[in-house]
Structure formats: C-alpha cells, structure tokens
Nanobody
Framework: QVQLVESGGGLVQAGGSLRLSCAAS????????IAWFRQAPGPERQFVAA????????YYSDSVKGRFTISRDNAKKTVYLQMNSLKPEDTAVYYC??????????????????WGQGTPVTVSS
C-alpha cells in the first residue's frame, strides 16, 4: 500500500550535518509508523528512530538521542531524519521502513514490511 524512497545521504566530515528524506507514495501513509534503520558492516541492522502514525510519538536509539531528530509531513507524505553532530560510527546505509508495530516492538526490524532502497551516509574522521 505504500512505497518508500530515501534521499539525502552523502559524504560529510565528523561534526557535520545531513538531512535524510523518506518520500512515500500509496495509500494510508499517515496511519503507518515510519522508522529509520541503518546497516553498517556487521551482522545487524540497527534501529535509529521512529515516528508513529497516531499521536506522532517519537523514539530514538541511545546512540543517536540528542543528535538526530525525526519528523513527518503528512501533507507531503515525507519523513525526515535530521542528523547533527555526526560521528564516524554513524557511517552506514540508512533505510526507512513502514509498518504497524505495537508497543516496544517498534524497534524491531521484523515489524516493518515495506522498505526503501537505502541511502548511504559516510562520516569521515
């Protein structure tokens, strides 16, 4: 019902900022929870942030809390991830995902059934 396309990734030096966008098409965008995950070299895809469709509740991983901000514009069907004070350990491919998770399952990648193609972020030291 929804398709996602990420953009805004690139190369940045440590301490810099980037804003990622997740543009959606299809039906019922405003009802979905939209999350950002990232995949760095290694076995796990890491939860970054999420925003719910109902109530606009926002959640962040401890590693990005205070540096990243997630927001959504339902009129534009777009979710943003503002990333400030970037660190080399933030380097990864960033994916947005849509789903209807419940409770604390919001941080689990298996709760999302629609994913974008990813946008790479590289932070140099």
């Amino acid at each position: 019902q929804v398709q996602l396309v990420e953009s805004g990734g690139g190369l940045v030096q440590a301490g810099g900022s980037l804003r990622l966008s997740c543009a959606a098409s299809g039906r019922s965008f405003s009802t979905y929870t939209i999350a950002w995950f990232r995949q760095a070299p290694g076995p796990e895809r890491q939860f970054v942030a999420a925003i719910t469709g109902i109530g606009d509740s926002r959640y962040y991983s401890d590693s990005v809390k205070g540096r990243f901000t997630i927001s959504r514009d339902n009129a534009k069907k777009t979710v943003y991830l503002q990333m400030n004070s970037l660190k080399p350990e933030d380097t990864a491919v960033y994916y947005c995902a849509a789903g209807v998770p419940t409770g604390f399952a919001i941080i689990r990648s298996t709760e999302y059934n629609t994913w974008g193609q990813g946008t790479p972020v590289t932070v140099s030291s």
